[in-house]
């Protein structure tokens, strides 16, 4: 059975950092390389990317908002997904949810051009970040 639980959430002051944990288990993402990212959705907004990967390859993508302040990582040992959020802005205030699907062969670009939103993947229950000014 597949299961993403996410941890980390919090609130904090503008300025700080929270690092958020994405444990991935499950034989489907035990054996295959698979994108896996974070999205967020603040009320009353659609769920947008925030930073996605590919865990077969060094492929990464940051939205634009969130560039420079954001890191995504994996442990493929733990089969966990990481977001290290620095320099928070209250804009970043949100929901935030980590994903995981299997990409079609070849990848390409599917994980990390900026568009993947999955379709027939699995998602966690979400954690929530609130950034106050």
């Known amino acids: 059975q597949v299961q993403l639980v996410e941890s980390g959430g919090g609130s904090v002051q503008a300025g700080g950092s929270l690092r958020l944990s994405c444990v991935v288990s499950?034989?489907?993402?035990?054996?295959?390389?698979?994108?896996g990212g974070w999205f967020r959705q603040a009320p009353g907004k659609e769920r947008e990317a925030v930073a996605t990967?590919?865990?077969?390859?060094?492929?990464?993508y940051y939205a634009d908002a969130v560039k420079g302040r954001f890191t995504i990582s994996q442990d493929s040992a733990k089969n966990t997904l990481y977001l290290q959020m620095n320099s928070l802005k209250p804009e970043d205030t949100g929901t935030y949810y980590c994903?995981?699907?299997?990409?079609?062969?070849?990848?390409?670009?599917?994980?990390?051009?900026?568009?993947?939103?999955?379709?027939?993947?699995?998602w966690g229950q979400g954690t929530q970040v609130t950034v106050s000014s």
């Open positions: 994903a995981a699907e299997l990409p079609p062969s070849p990848p390409g670009t599917y994980c990390t051009g900026g568009y993947w939103h999955p379709r027939s993947g699995d």
């Open positions: 499950g034989y489907t993402y035990s054996y295959s390389s698979y994108c």
């Open positions: 990967i590919y865990t077969g390859a060094p492929s990464i």
